[in-house]
């Protein structure tokens, strides 16, 4: 909580992408919803311009392919209408709204995070060589079930797409359903 919260996409990179890079030992995958997706995505891109390990296959979940148009920014919003958003996102306990200073410890973080996907410019690059597999809710407000299968642009492997039950935080309530997926992947017989 001390740290200054990172609000770049660049910055975020230049920070996990080594840490990545030298830490990956074996085959692996990475898995990111939301704003993770969209960090996953651009942290392969990195490993691949670094001829860094690779991985062998990338999960997105809740989150619009990035070469789509993006909504409109959360971060500059004022305290009030950012609170009410994340109310209606529901992706926060609601202990969080109740308890004095929790908030106000997390907004400074929450904006970092929402800025970091909302300033970050897609640049096309070749498509990724490995599968990409994406998630989306059924009822998901943030990604549809077409945003989510534009991805299949950035791969020139294998794609697929599944559509689990849930709003844009279905991970939560169906994780089962989003581990049994990616344990099929990632399986050995696979």
Request: proline residues 11%; hydrophobic residues 45%.
């Amino acid at each position: 909580m001390g740290e200054r919260p990172l609000d770049d996409m660049g910055e975020l990179l230049d920070g996990l992408g080594p840490a990545v890079a030298e830490a990956v030992d074996r085959p692996f995958a990475l898995f990111g919803h939301s704003m993770g997706a969209r960090v996953a995505f651009e942290l392969s891109r990195w490993l691949r311009r670094r001829g860094a390990p690779r991985p062998l296959h990338l999960f997105v979940s809740g989150c619009p392919a990035p070469q789509l148009p993006q909504p409109p920014p959360l971060h500059p919003l004022a305290e009030a209408d950012l609170v009410r958003r994340l109310r209606e996102m529901a992706g926060l306990s609601p202990e969080v709204f109740r308890i004095p200073g929790i908030l106000d410890a997390l907004l400074p973080v929450l904006r970092a995070d929402f800025a970091v996907v909302e300033n970050y410019a897609y640049e096309p690059e070749p498509p990724l060589d490995h599968a990409v597999t994406a998630f989306a809710g059924t009822a998901d407000p943030e990604a549809d079930r077409a945003q989510a299968e534009a991805w299949e642009a950035q791969t020139s492997g294998a794609f697929a797409f599944h559509e689990v039950p849930g709003g844009h935080f279905f991970v939560q309530d169906r994780l089962a359903d989003v581990l049994s997926v990616i344990a099929k992947v990632v399986s050995p017989d696979s």
